[in-house]
Structures are given as C-alpha cells and as structure tokens.
C-alpha cells in the first residue's frame, strides 16, 4: 500500500478506535502545513513542511503523527515526526506505518514502540504531565482559554500559534507583563489581534 492508501485504511481507523474525532473537545488536523519552505537563491522555495496529521484535544494542539507506507519502516518517519513537534512545539510525535507506532516524547526523550495511540484524555494527561487533585486558579482559566477558537480568515503560522499560547498561559498563570519579541513582518498584529 502505497501513504495515502496506509493512511486511509489502517491508520484513519485506529485512530477513530482511540476515540480521535469522536470523543468531545478532540480534533484530527490532516495536512497540516507548518511552513511554505526555506526561500532559495533565485526566490525559489524549498519543499513546504506538512505533518500528515495533528492531534489536537481541548483546543491545544499535543501530537504530531508521521505515517509512511506500509511498506517502510517504522523508522523512516522518526526524524521527520521529531522536527514537526520541536517545530510545533508539541509534547508527543509519532511515526507510524500502519503495522507499529513508534512514540516519541519530546520533554523527556523515552521513545519506543507502543501497541495503539492514546485517547484524547490519556494524551492530553501525559501532555499535562500528573494530574492535580485540585483545580487551580491557573488551570481554570487555561480550561477558559481552549474553550475560546481562535477565528479569523488567514491561518496562523506555526510560531504565532505558539506565542498566543504562551501568553494566554502567562495570564493564566497570574502573570501581568508579557513581552513578546517577534521580527518584522512576522505578523505582531494577527497574534495581537488573536490574544485581544
């Protein structure tokens, strides 16, 4: 089987088993585009970074996946799953070829062969890391925070995403000064715009 047909046939499905799409709050993103590419000498780009899917649960993206035909191996999309979530920021990457899904955790480095994907609550738990007996200050208005969707008609590029989230933690976290430092033309007033 060639990507498409892996992707479609055994690995679309096994994450509907896991509750992927399904379970309330919890959202697939396919083709996810990261970034249009390196510009080149002569103005030309460099292939574009596209994850093959984005696990998204609570409004909060937590893992990328990596699928590769069924008839690679299990480690041809290792790398590539890697450099999405340190892109992204994300705490899981996986890479998968339908037949083994090999996990990567990004905060502590283990990484190993696992038999399905988490749920959408077991990621999001492992993403949270232990969870708390009590909700805190803080834990509620990030709860608040992921109830809100970001809108609007451009698409936000993968650092603007991770600098709303930072400063919609900081203020939930009871911080008052933030300072965001961001190059120009880097798109300041959609991410303020998107926090406001």
Known sequence: MNEA???????DPKLRESGWGTVEGS???REFHISPGKIKTGAERRSEAVADYILVHKGRK?????????LRVIG????????????LRLDYAYSTNGKEI?????DSGAEGLVERFPSPDELWN?????????VSDSDLWKSKFE???????????????????RVLDAVADGKKRM???????TGKTMIAFQIA
């Open 147 to 165: 109830s809100v969707a970001q809108g609007g008609i451009f698409e936000l590029r993968f650092y603007q995403d991770i600098a709303i989230q």
């Open 5 to 11: 047909e892996t992707r479609a046939e055994i690995i």
């Open 27 to 29: 959202k697939v993103m």
């Open 62 to 70: 937590l893992a990328v996946i990596e699928a590769k035909s069924s």
């Open 126 to 134: 492992m993403a949270a890391g232990e969870i708390k007996a009590e």
């Open 76 to 87: 041809d999309g290792v790398a590539q799953a890697k450099d999405y979530a340190q892109k």
């Open 179 to 185: 300072l965001l430092t961001l190059a120009t033309g």
């Open 102 to 106: 090999y996990q990567i955790c990004m």
